[in-house]
T-cell receptor
Framework: DVKVTQSSRYLVKRTGEKVFLECVQD?????MFWYRQDPGLGLRLIYF???????EKGDIPEGYSVSREKKERFSLILESASTNQTSMYLC???????????FGPGTRLTVL | QKEVEQDPGPLSVPEGAIVSLNCTYS??????FMWYRQYSRKGPELLMY????GNKEDGRFTAQVDKSSKYISLFIRDSQPSDSATYLC?????????????FGTGTKLQVIP
């Protein structure tokens, strides 16, 4: 059974904190993605990675960075958390031809 | 204007009804069209995808694409309470290499027993 796991289901942080969200996939997929999901805005792509140490900006990369040191792991970093980054964060991985993305369960992040 | 428009609902139907979920889009380069289902407090999962225009059937689910109208639909026959979820349409182009997937905002469906 294919699996994408995320380190936390719920997270509460303070403004200005550095936040790490971890994602691990066990399917040997090359492509991995970070999205945020907000009511009325849907899924918005923050960053994606097509190989180890490779990354591309998505639609809303400001305030975020990513790290992919190993194929199975893709981390999202909020350098200095702000209240407008309160959201549901979803990680996904995808094999070619990229029509199917496998999503993790999500991390609901609240920044106070 | 958003590239992909989807009515957020909620859509409430009785068990056994036929459900029609729809999306419109503006980018004529989109060639692959997907439907994802997302249960509460879970990540989305792919239901089915189609390439270009036409219909595709999988059990109680039928996906339909009309590229001339830039309109896609998902039909659910004999709807069940277990179909209660948010349905997201998604689409991408087909040029070589990875093409970004654009998602709709989702339609929340409730099937009442």
């Amino acid at each position: 059974d294919v699996k994408v796991t995320q380190s936390s289901r719920y997270l509460v942080k303070r403004t200005g904190e550095k936040v790490f969200l971890e994602c691990v996939q066990d399917m040997d997929h090359e492509n991995m993605f970070w999205y945020r999901q907000d009511p009325g805005l849907g899924l918005r792509l923050i960053y994606f990675s097509y190989d180890v140490k490779m990354k591309e900006k998505g639609d809303i990369p400001e305030g975020y960075s990513v790290s992919r040191e190993k194929k199975e792991r893709f981390s999202l970093i909020l350098e200095s958390a702000s209240t407008n980054q309160t959201s549901m964060y979803l990680c996904a991985s995808s094999p070619p031809p990229y029509n199917e993305q496998f999503f993790g369960p999500g991390t609901r992040l609240t920044v106070l | 204007q958003k590239e992909v428009e989807q009515d957020p609902g909620p859509l409430s139907v009785p068990e056994g009804a036929i459900v029609s979920l729809n999306c419109t889009y503006s980018n004529s380069a989109f060639q692959y069209f997907m439907w994802y289902r997302q249960y509460s407090r879970k990540g989305p999962e792919l239901l089915m995808y189609t390439y270009s225009s036409g219909n595709k059937e999988d059990g109680r689910f039928t996906a339909q694409v009309d590229k001339s109208s830039k309109y896609i639909s998902l039909f659910i026959r004999d709807s069940q309470p277990s179909d209660s979820a948010t349905y997201l349409c998604a689409m991408r182009g087909s040029s070589g290499g990875y093409q970004k997937v654009t998602f709709g905002t989702g339609t929340k469906l409730q099937v009442i027993p």
